[in-house]
């Protein structure tokens, strides 16, 4: 019997609560979460709460929906490598619990249902960045995986457009990429996955080779080149991070600096580390060090205007 036709009898067994668990494990939850969180604290920082929280919301719930969409999507065109990878072997597709029609069907719904749903509800500029992120990382990023190492730089823009997405819903009349707060937040959104998806790579990189996806791990063995990037990226993360407090003379602003100083030199220590050793010890440390670094950021960067 072959492969397909293997899964296709798997899908046949499950119950309708099995299939809609894997449909919800298509969105990559976890994943999904970061998103609406950078969606939802920028939003709140911009024009320091007094924007519209209510938009805010609605472009929380619409991204929802495009995150899920751009991952299930992701998931059909990579099915064949996710199957080769003991990392991804697990997925709805490669363990046979959803055909590659029914996440392809839910993929492109979620994907209409969020950007009708932010047209409407948020604004035209939220639903236009959310598209260029969907489109990015569907149509560039999911397809370099497997042709260049340029994939990770391709991913990281996708992955910080959801700032401008959270930042447009509350002040529909900003243009964010000529305003030094909303630029500096798409930048530190940016820079930071250079760190946290080359520490990924590292650890991961011979089921990356295995699977024949370039990544920067796999492209260059030797470790040099991702630890090079990540000690770049780090750096310039410490003073971008600074311009979020800008023109802000007030001790939250203070405390935030400080927290940014603490966050930053921390997270170049451990790709200083990662860069000179290139071990899967100091790729672990910076992989939880880049986990610790956004959130807690971000946590200090809405307490700015409260302190």
Same mark, same amino acid.
């Given at each position: 019997m072959s492969t397909a036709a293997v899964a296709s009898a798997q899908v046949g067994t499950l119950s309708w609560l099995q299939r809609g668990a894997a449909c919800v494990e298509l969105a990559r939850p976890r994943i999904a979460l970061l998103v609406l969180m950078v969606v939802a604290i920028s939003g709140l920082v911009a024009a320091w *709460? #007094? %924007?519209? &929280? #209510? !938009? #805010?919301?609605?472009?929380v719930v619409g991204t929802l929906l495009v995150a899920g969409s751009a991952s299930a999507l992701n998931q059909v065109l990579e099915s064949a490598t996710d199957a080769r990878m003991q990392r991804t072997s697990g997925r709805p597709l490669p363990s046979g619990r959803l055909s590659r029609k029914t996440a +392809? #069907?839910?993929? /492109?719904?979620? @994907? !209409?249902? %969020?950007?009708?749903y932010l047209g409407?509800?948020? *604004?035209?500029? &939220? =639903?236009v960045w959310s598209l260029l992120s969907w489109a990015v990382y569907v149509f560039a990023y999911t397809p370099l995986k497997s042709r260049s190492s340029l994939n990770t730089? /391709?991913? !990281?823009?996708? %992955?910080?457009?959801p700032v401008w997405i959270g930042w447009t819903a509350a002040v529909p009349q900003s243009r964010p990429w000529t305003e030094v707060r909303p630029l500096a937040l798409f930048l530190v959104v940016f820079l930071w996955q250079f760190p946290h998806? =080359?520490?990924i790579a590292w650890l991961y990189r011979r089921q990356y080779s295995a699977?024949? +996806?370039? =990544? =920067?791990?796999?492209v260059d063995p030797s470790g040099r080149r991702s630890g090079l990037q990540a000690i770049l990226a780090a750096?310039? +993360?410490?003073p971008v991070s600074l311009l979020l407090a800008w023109g802000v003379p007030t001790l939250g602003a203070r405390c935030f600096v400080a927290a940014a100083l603490? +966050? @930053?030199i921390a997270q170049l220590g451990c790709s200083l580390w990662f860069s000179a050793t290139c071990s899967d010890r100091s790729a672990r440390a910076l992989l939880r060090c880049s986990l610790v670094y956004l959130p807690v950021l971000l946590i200090f960067l809405i307490w700015i205007p409260w302190i």
């Open positions: *709460g #007094v %924007g519209d &929280p #209510v !938009a #805010v919301f609605h472009a +392809l #069907v839910v993929g /492109v719904s979620a @994907g !209409a249902a %969020g950007a009708a409407t509800f948020a *604004g035209w500029q &939220p =639903m730089l /391709v991913g !990281a823009v996708s %992955g910080a457009l998806f =080359m520490a699977a024949g +996806l370039k =990544m =920067m791990s796999v750096a310039w +993360l410490i603490l +966050l @930053g």
